[in-house]
């Protein structure tokens, strides 16, 4: 059993999504396990591949394919040593209230509920359940919007209703860790929060932590999965979308009190991050909010 303090990791959903999935054919240096925690609970699908689950105190292996659920806050490292042939891995992270806070507290979804509860310990899942569920997983990532969420909460019912599956971390060890661990990403996420709209060197957000540039770069991108820029030009155009949709400002005026100060490279990080211009953006939302 691992005696090393788990490192926390910070999950950030795509643009305009409740929740994160992803699928990869191929291990990429990047994403070379380690040991880890996040809130998100994680729903992993191996179709076929080989490699090591970890999951709290929990150690075995697998040698074809694997559906596992994890609890939130629950520690594991990474699960595929390496792919067969067509082999690929989708993982989708989600907090338990990314449908509101009282949503799975209705009657209607008591089930799921327990399937969270039941899912701290983590949650192995039969061939069966594999067979049926695992293929929709995998579709999943050709949906968006709504019917993202519909096809997302058919799987968790029918991971609810599984008759059968075996919990992996039943030892009793007390695994769970609170977010306090989260202290450096804490200043970092407050930090850009505060300053967006002005520039922010890789010395000035490294300082604040108390790390070199080298280290602060490896450190923001094991646990965000991001680089340092692309989450700070991230954060600048979720703001300037609010400022599209609520603010009659020109769209130049917009760019710079995001925090960029070139408007050619706004609207090709815009588009490129909402799929549309600002332009087109903006006047989809005057539609959608019924305005003329």
């Given at each position: 059993?691992?005696?090393?303090?788990?490192?926390?990791?910070?999950?950030?959903?795509?643009?305009?999504?409740?929740?994160?999935?992803?699928?990869?054919?191929?291990?990429?240096?990047?994403?070379?396990?380690?040991?880890?925690?996040?809130?998100?609970?994680?729903?992993?699908?191996?179709?076929?591949?080989?490699?090591?689950?970890?999951?709290?105190?929990?150690?075995?292996?697998?040698?074809?394919?694997?559906?596992?659920?994890?609890?939130?806050?629950?520690?594991?490292?990474?699960?595929?040593?390496?792919?067969?042939?067509?082999?690929?891995?989708?993982?989708?992270?989600?907090?338990?209230?990314?449908?509101?806070?009282?949503?799975?507290?209705?009657?209607?979804?008591?089930?799921?509920?327990?399937?969270?509860?039941?899912?701290?310990?983590?949650?192995?899942?039969?061939?069966?359940?594999?067979?049926?569920?695992?293929?929709?997983?995998?579709?999943?990532?050709?949906?968006?919007?709504?019917?993202?969420?519909?096809?997302?909460?058919?799987?968790?019912?029918?991971?609810?209703?599984?008759?059968?599956?075996?919990?992996?971390?039943?030892?009793?060890?007390?695994?769970?860790?609170?977010?306090?661990?989260?202290?450096?990403?804490?200043?970092?996420?407050?930090?850009?929060?505060?300053?967006?709209?002005?520039?922010?060197?890789?010395?000035?957000?490294?300082?604040?932590?108390?790390?070199?540039?080298?280290?602060?770069?490896?450190?923001?991108?094991?646990?965000?999965?991001?680089?340092?820029?692309?989450?700070?030009?991230?954060?600048?155009?979720?703001?300037?979308t609010k400022l599209l949709a609520e603010n009659p400002t020109s769209i130049t005026d917009i760019c710079f009190e995001s925090g960029f100060n070139n408007f050619s490279?706004?609207?090709?990080?815009?588009?490129?991050?909402?799929?549309?211009?600002?332009?087109?953006?903006?006047?989809?939302?005057?539609?959608?909010?019924?305005?003329?």
């Amino acid at each position: 059993m691992r005696n090393t303090k788990p490192t926390f990791e910070k999950i950030i959903p795509e643009f305009g999504e409740s929740f994160l999935i992803k699928q990869h054919k191929e291990l990429a240096d990047s994403k070379l396990p380690f040991w880890h925690f996040h809130p998100e609970l994680e729903l992993v699908y191996v179709n076929k591949g080989k490699g090591k689950r970890h999951i709290g105190s929990h150690l075995s292996y697998f040698n074809n394919s694997q559906l596992i659920l994890i609890g939130a806050s629950l520690p594991h490292s990474g699960f595929t040593d390496r792919f067969t042939a067509n082999g690929k891995e989708t993982i989708i992270q989600f907090k338990q209230d990314f449908l509101g806070e009282l949503f799975f507290n209705i009657p209607e979804m008591k089930k799921v509920k327990n399937l969270f509860e039941k899912a701290k310990k983590g949650i192995l899942f039969n061939i069966e359940t594999k067979a049926s569920v695992g293929p929709k997983i995998e579709d999943l990532i050709n949906y968006q919007g709504i019917d993202r969420i519909l096809k997302f909460i058919e799987i968790l019912k029918e991971l609810a209703l599984a008759p059968n599956y075996t919990l992996l971390n039943v030892d009793g060890f007390a695994f769970e860790v609170e977010p306090q661990d989260n202290n450096k990403i804490d200043i970092i996420f407050g930090f850009v929060r505060k300053n967006f709209t002005q520039q922010i060197t890789l010395d000035e957000i490294s300082e604040k932590v108390s790390m070199t540039v080298p280290a602060f770069c490896r450190y923001f991108k094991k646990v965000t999965g991001k680089t340092f820029t692309q989450f700070v030009n991230e954060f600048r155009i979720v703001h300037a979308t609010k400022l599209l949709a609520e603010n009659p400002t020109s769209i130049t005026d917009i760019c710079f009190e995001s925090g960029f100060n070139n408007f050619s490279h706004f609207n090709k990080l815009f588009k490129k991050f909402t799929g549309k211009s600002p332009l087109k953006y903006r006047n989809e939302m005057k539609q959608l909010l019924g305005e003329k």
